[in-house]
């Protein structure tokens, strides 16, 4: 018995891609969590100290006991060298002091985010607080889209670093009754960076800020839940 086999001509295999063109009621957005990492280590933990001086007080209390001669550092030490006294830069800044969000010059000991302040695609018309973000559109992944929001307000992505290909977090969020034919939102949120420098020439919004997480949750009181979770530092 003969069997008919068809060759099927075509491509096999098709670039990845993100449908949007199967409903106009649904919108991908990509907002990127910029953050700028401790500069200095943060204070310790009252627990944590309580039990680093009963850990000193023990071992000093059950120590070896060497000569006298072996501990004098002054005659240990070998000609030519050199004694420098460190002095530890100040935690509190002056932009602490004056508590310029504009700045990163402050909260050393703990991580900034980034905000921004103006027209989003769904905020209709109106300035709101809002990450760094773009609506998905032809991009070749939800990274490239990220790159592509947060490069449009820095110029640049030299002093960026992305943090893995996958989102951190992603929400949901249907279309309300206030605003008829308004569609329905699908957010995805990218970690990034700062690297190497304290100053950035921010642009294309109205305002910014750097903020710590306590005060970012301040910002969006209704995600704050969410954005707790998310951002687990």
């Known amino acids: 018995m ?3 086999i068809t060759i099927l001509r075509g491509p096999l295999v098709r670039d990845r891609g993100f449908s949007t063109s199967s409903s106009s009621s649904q919108k ?3 907002s990127v969590l910029f953050e700028r990492l401790p500069v200095v280590i943060p204070k310790i933990d009252p627990v944590v100290y309580a039990y ?3 850990a000193f007080r023990w071992r000093q209390q059950y120590r070896r006991i060497y000569p006298d001669e ?3 550092k002054s005659n240990a030490r070998g000609k030519g060298d050199y004694h420098i006294d460190y002095v530890p830069a100040p935690r509190i800044t002056e932009a602490d002091k004056m508590n310029d969000r504009k700045s990163l010059q402050r909260a050393l000991d703990r991580r900034l985010y980034l905000l921004l302040y103006g027209n989003t695609d769904g905020s209709a018309g109106k300035s709101v607080w809002h990450f760094p973000e773009k609506v998905y559109q032809s991009e070749e992944t939800l990274r490239k889209c990220a790159e592509s929001a947060l490069k449009s307000i820095l110029g640049d992505l030299s002093h960026t670093y992305f943090v893995g290909n996958a989102p951190m977090g992603h929400m949901a969020t249907q279309s309300t009754e206030d605003v008829p ?13 700062v690297i190497a420098t304290n100053k950035f020439n ?7 800020v750097w903020v710590t997480k306590d005060e970012l949750l301040e910002y969006f009181p209704e995600k704050a839940e969410f954005l707790n ?4 530092s």
């Open 52 to 54: 680093q001086e009963f």
């Open 202 to 208: 921010i642009k294309k919004c109205e305002d910014f």
């Open 28 to 30: 991908i957005v990509v």
């Open 2 to 4: 003969q069997r008919t």
């Open 181 to 193: 034919g308004s569609p329905s939102v699908k957010q995805f949120f990218f970690k990034s960076q």
């Open 70 to 72: 072996l501990l004098d």
């Open 229 to 232: 979770k998310m951002i687990i």
